[in-house]
């Protein structure tokens, strides 16, 4: 089995910030990688796939990055409604999600 | 619009069967994957199993021989079985649609509500 292993738990940010968080493969997953937002009480919304390509109508600030075992999501100037949990999804072997980052206001 | 309904018992007992519906709008099965995903305390987010648009299965080998999932095109329905449930099976269950992009890029495009199941005696 893929192991996600999403990095760090939790971050404290501002509004405006410039988040980055990470996920990494315990083997080698190519680009087939997606990463989802989940808010309170919702269900997760497609932010990437493919490790990079953004999904219609995700704000450019979301851009996704990494191949092989290591990958990175980024949110340039942070807004309120980013606060969320974002999860990792590896899908080159069955699927695997991470257990998330989550991003609460400092 | 595409839309997707999970229903589902809300509460079920130690030992007996799970039975979820999706109920989906919006676009045939025989055109895409059906995924189910549930969210546990325990686990966080993991991938149960799907339905191949032309009726085939997958599942995650964690849930063994406990899981199953069936559909009815002519009703626009997906259905997942899981017996044996075990309180750690307590949790929210999704049913969301895959989407192929390209070659080799998959992604779950629309999800479902989630249907919340609490196993209790």
């Known amino acids: 089995n893929t192991v996600m292993t999403q990095s760090p738990t939790s971050m404290f940010i501002s509004v405006g910030d410039r988040v980055t968080m990470n996920c990494k493969a315990s083997?080698?997953?190519?680009?087939?990688v997606d990463w989802y937002q989940q808010k309170t009480g919702q269900s997760p919304k497609l932010l990437i796939y493919g490790a990079s390509n953004r999904y219609t109508g995700v704000p450019d600030r979301f851009t996704g990055s990494g191949s092989g075992t290591d990958f990175t999501l980024t949110i340039s100037n942070m807004q309120a409604e980013d606060l969320a949990v974002y999860y990792c999804?590896?899908?080159?072997?069955?699927?695997?999600f991470g257990a998330g980052t989550k991003l609460e206001l400092k | 619009q595409v839309q997707l309904k999970e229903t589902g018992p809300g509460l079920v007992q130690p030992t007996q069967t799970l039975s979820i519906t999706c109920t989906v709008s919006g676009f045939s099965l025989t055109s895409y994957y059906m995924q189910w995903v549930r969210q546990t305390p325990g686990k966080g987010l993991e991938w149960m199993g799907f339905i191949r648009s032309g009726g085939s299965t997958e599942y995650n080998s964690e849930f063994k021989s406990r899981l199953s999932i069936s559909r009815d095109t002519s009703k626009n329905q997906v259905f997942l079985k899981m017996n044996s449930l075990k309180t750690e099976d307590t949790g929210v269950y999704y049913c969301?649609?895959?989407?192929?992009?390209?070659?080799?890029?998959?992604?779950?495009?629309?999800w479902g509500q989630g249907v919340m199941v609490t196993v209790s005696s």
């Open positions: 969301a649609r895959e989407r192929t992009e390209g070659i080799g890029r998959y992604y779950f495009d629309y």
């Open positions: 999804l590896q899908y080159n072997y069955k699927y695997t």
């Open positions: 083997q080698n997953v190519g680009t087939n």
